[in-house]
């Protein structure tokens, strides 16, 4: 198995694409959207982490098992802000919160 | 494929100088190095995780006073970091792919213009903080958000109304600043020194296509540092850029 070699011109574009993206992202900022400033702010970083994970970590050209692991530190962190806000939002739902 | 690898060891009686007794092949070991380096990098998703989790949910608690304590951050500063890191995180790439091509002499002027980059960062973020001391916005007995208006942080009075009584918020979202910015330097520091301690090698012409692992791993923890900026930046930096123009 040769191991693949990624083309600088490749390089080069995933530059110039994480510097337009970045670009936008602080153009958009600049306009009130509302709740959607948020979502299109982390919509944006997540395009560009994933064009660094891809084309500069090789995840695209490594085996299964590397992405795998790769996939699980993010399906972790998923768990910890899922759970962690499932109890800090649901807070005195059910049950009125003592001393409150 | 493995076994012939492993004759191929047996016969010759001798293998590649860097290579390690208990892999069979040049790239067994390369896969080795590289799947325990994403292993640590979990860890460091975690490590960050657990800020990034605070950060959410004070976030969605203090929505409001974040966006106006972020405007007070320089975030063309902010973007200028970003630029630079993923420089960086390019020329980090460029010398992997000279070790590659087995050109020796480009695998040091790549390392030494990312080391470079990374150092620029770390100066950018110097005068970040000296300015936050300056002006009175480091959490603590001196912490003063109001009733300052310099450039780069000047809302309406409207917006400075909204803000009374909520001076403990506003220093929730600058410890978050501080710890994550913070956090993240420490790695940078730590990524420049691991790249200048690889200067050395890779000027002895230890590296090359068959061997480059430890450009390699140290590449996957330069772009991860990388990662967790593109993250922090509009975070942190963007929040509020609607609210003064």
């Known amino acids: 198995m040769a191991e693949h070699v990624s083309s600088p011109k490749m390089y080069v574009m995933v530059f110039l694409a994480l510097l337009v993206l970045t670009v936008i992202t602080v153009a958009v900022a600049y306009q009130d959207l509302g709740a959607f400033n948020d979502i299109v702010a982390l919509t944006i970083a997540t395009v560009k982490a994933l064009l660094v994970v891809l084309f500069f970590m090789h995840v695209k050209y490594s085996t299964r098992l590397t992405a795998l692991t790769a996939v699980a530190g993010v399906f972790f962190l998923a768990i910890l802000i899922a759970m962690t806000l499932n109890d800090y939002m649901s807070r005195g739902l059910v049950l009125p919160i003592p001393g409150k | ?245």
């Not at chain 2, 657990?50 to 974040?66: A, E, K, Q, W």
């Not at chain 2, 990374?118 to 009733?147: D, I």
């Not at chain 2, 803000?163 to 913070?182: H, I, P, R």
């Open chain 2, 1 to 245: 494929m493995a076994s012939t690898a492993f004759d191929t060891h047996l016969h010759e009686g001798h293998h590649h100088p860097s290579m390690q007794h208990q892999f069979d092949s040049l790239e067994q070991q390369k896969e080795s190095s590289t799947l325990g380096m994403w292993m640590f990098l979990v860890t460091e998703i975690m490590f960050f995780g657990g800020l990034f989790v605070s950060y959410v949910v004070y976030r969605t608690r203090f929505h409001g006073v974040f966006a106006l304590a972020s405007s007070a951050l320089n975030w063309r500063l902010g973007a200028l970091n970003t630029a630079v890191l993923i420089a960086s995180s390019l020329t980090m790439a460029m010398a992997i792919w000279a070790a590659q091509m087995n050109r020796r002499k480009l695998i040091v002027v790549f390392l030494i213009i990312t080391i470079l980059l990374g150092s620029t960062f770390l100066v950018v973020k110097y005068f970040e903080y000296a300015e936050k001391f300056e002006h009175h916005l480091v959490p603590g007995p001196g912490f003063q958000l109001m009733g300052k208006t310099y450039s780069g942080f000047a809302p309406d009075p409207e917006h400075y109304s909204q803000l009374v009584g909520k001076t403990d918020q506003a220093q929730v979202f600058f410890s978050l600043y501080f710890v994550m910015t913070g956090l993240h330097a420490l790695h940078m520091i730590i990524g420049i020194g691991v790249l200048t301690w690889l200067l050395f090698p890779s000027r002895k012409g230890k590296f090359d296509s068959s061997y480059y692992n430890p450009l390699e791993c140290t590449g996957l923890y330069w772009h991860f540092v990388d990662l967790v900026w593109i993250f922090l930046f509009p975070l942190l930096y963007l929040l509020g850029a609607h609210i003064h123009h």
